[in-house]
């Protein structure tokens, strides 16, 4: 064979594999996910069980940063059989009925799939799961699908199109090309009020009136269906829970079960009768799976646990399965509360975390100047919180700038504005960085009595308390934690009389302290159980019990998931002595 011929069959050949490459990506269907506060690339792939590296393809530029209210395009993953359940994107004008119609499932399946949807959330650009196993005879007996059922023909995305913008293009020549109407355009995409960008990708929607004709018979409203689907409430006179703790390996372990019963000895004492089952889990799944095959494990109500990761799906699954709420009270990455509805997570990830972290920053210091002390060697989570806080800082028009944690009392003194909270952040919250900075911090502040400066730092600094207390007040230090207590609270003393007390030893100095965490989680989920019964989930944020040590403000991560703890405190030291705990609610 001639080398031209055999190069151009091999350049036709990888034309060839291009094109067909291009096709399958085109064919591939997808559905849009507007990006919420604290959510990451990590967390939106984990909730939809999608690699990180397919959303990216979708979205270009979206592995460097993004922005809370951008719209994704999250690839709909099919299997072969009909195993995987389809997420859908409410679009203006659809109802719960349409959708029951549309996807031929019944609108029972669809909220037992989505515990998360009410009345109040169902509305354009939510997503929700329609799950594919749904029986069509649990569908309301007073609903009456139409003949012509729409479900052959259903769209898997609420784009029938996608248009890339091109130069001079207008939201009215957008519209007339696909004989919509503008407000149909600016409904599926709300984000053109802001102005048409070239290159941009903009949803096209299906046009309403092809929906109408789809669609004869409106059906019941919302509010009729999700009450008629609502699951009957049912009290536990009395409250089984169980407690799986490698109690046996981990001290810490001991002094969580012991601060736990304390609170059940508490809620006793106000009548609330309590089936407290304990168990130790050590790291081995067959320890676990002779647990779970105890038939009494089937009728808790609540399971606190585990401490050990790798256990968490297999307890995870069987809860699910049991319909019993799951506390998770260590491990901050769990990734099941992403997909499962009964996890409850009490340790913040990370990215939810630093997100209500940078959103009490803005508010508390609006007039601010912020200075990053670098040690040059900073942790890699510090550095993931800095890097936010700068972005949300730019964001806000709040000026920064970074020094070396080594800069002298000039260098530092030349940083400082004038009329404003001068913020001193270093990128290390460990002991060794304090005392580096300690010296020329207070001689800043004694030599320039004129402004106002003040130190920000981390939850382990609580840790350390003894030891700067001093250091703390006069350098007006503000430290973050979802955990905090001191020994000027009534409710912290009374409860380290009473460990003590019980137990004849003092807790361990460690952050958060396991006992004071074992009788919040305890008293908080049984208190709760006791005042809601079945009707625990919807009834969380009502829960009124003040913590020792512990915030808990829980939120459903999304339709179909669990609920993470986003509470977050301000802790201060103040020039005046004064010990103040911002809870900003």
């Not at 690339?41 to 209210?69: F, T």
């Not at 919180?385 to 964001?395: A, P, R, T, V």
Request: hydrophobic share 35%; glycine share 4%; with cysteine.
């Amino acid at each position: 064979m001639k080398p031209i011929i055999k190069q151009l069959i091999i350049f036709f050949f990888i034309i060839s594999v291009t094109c067909l490459n291009i096709n399958a990506q085109d064919n591939n269907t997808y559905f849009l996910h507007t990006v919420e506060k604290g959510q990451s690339l990590y967390s939106i792939s984990s909730m939809y069980k999608v690699p990180i590296d397919d959303i990216v393809k979708l979205n270009p530029g979206s592995a460097d940063k993004i922005r809370i209210g951008t719209q994704l395009r999250i690839p709909q993953l099919h299997a072969t059989n009909s195993s995987t359940d389809t997420y859908h994107t409410i679009i203006a004008g659809e109802t719960l009925y349409r959708l029951s119609v549309q996807y031929g499932v019944s609108v029972k399946a669809i909220c037992e799939a989505n515990p998360g949807l009410s009345t109040e959330n169902f509305k354009t650009g939510e997503v929700i799961r329609i799950p594919s196993n749904a029986n069509s005879s649990q569908v309301i007996t007073t609903i009456t699908e139409p003949q012509n059922n729409v479900s052959q023909n259903k769209p898997l995305s609420p784009c029938k199109d996608m248009h890339k913008v091109e130069r001079r293009e207008t939201l009215y020549s957008i519209s007339r090309k696909y004989g919509i109407t503008e407000e149909e355009l600016l409904e599926a995409n709300p984000e053109l009020v802001k102005g048409l960008k070239k290159g941009k990708f903009v949803c096209i929607p299906y046009p309403k009136s092809q929906s109408a004709q789809s669609q004869s018979a409106s059906g019941p409203s919302d509010k009729e269906l999700f009450q008629a689907n609502k699951q009957q409430a049912e009290k536990y006179n009395t409250i089984k829970a169980a407690l799986m703790l490698p109690l046996l390996q981990d001290k810490r372990m001991v002094e969580y079960y012991e601060g736990f019963l304390i609170a059940i000895d508490s809620l006793k004492r106000t009548g609330v009768s309590i089936d407290l089952h304990v168990y130790n889990l050590d790291e081995s799944a067959s320890t676990l799976n002779k647990i779970l095959a105890n038939s009494a494990m089937k009728q808790m109500n609540i399971i606190f646990g585990p401490a050990q990761s790798a256990h968490t799906k297999t307890l995870a699954t069987f809860a699910k399965e049991n319909n019993i709420s799951l506390v998770i009270p260590f491990s901050s990455r769990e990734d099941e509360v992403f997909t499962n509805p009964y996890v409850y997570l009490i340790n913040t990830p990370q990215s939810y975390l630093y997100s209500e972290v940078y959103d009490h920053f803005v508010r508390q210091f609006r007039n601010s100047n912020v200075i990053f002390l670098d040690s040059g060697n900073a942790e890699k989570n510090k550095m993931s919180f800095i890097d936010g806080l700068k972005q949300e800082l730019k964001q806000k028009n709040i000026s920064y700038r970074a020094l070396p944690e080594t800069a002298s009392v000039e260098g530092l003194k030349g940083a400082l504005a004038e009329g404003k909270d001068n913020i001193f952040i270093p990128t290390s919250g460990s002991d060794a960085t304090l005392i580096r900075i300690f010296p020329n911090l207070k001689l800043l502040i004694r030599e320039n009595p004129e402004y106002n400066i003040h130190l920000f730092g981390y939850p382990e600094w609580q840790t350390y308390t003894n030891d700067h207390l001093d250091d703390f007040f006069e350098l007006d230090t503000y430290f973050y934690s979802s955990f905090y207590t001191n020994n000027l609270l009534p409710a912290a003393v009374e409860f380290k009389e009473t460990y003590h007390k019980w137990y004849g030893k003092a807790m361990e100095n460690s952050y958060p302290k396991y006992g004071m965490l074992g009788f919040d989680t305890a008293f908080f989920f049984l208190k709760g159980l006791s005042l809601y019964g079945s009707e625990l989930d919807e009834n969380v944020s009502k829960i009124n019990v003040r913590p020792i040590q512990t915030g808990f403000n829980f939120q459903r991560v999304n339709n179909w998931g669990g609920f993470i703890n986003k509470k977050v405190f301000f802790v201060r030291f103040s020039k005046n002595f004064e010990l103040v705990k911002l809870d900003f609610e």
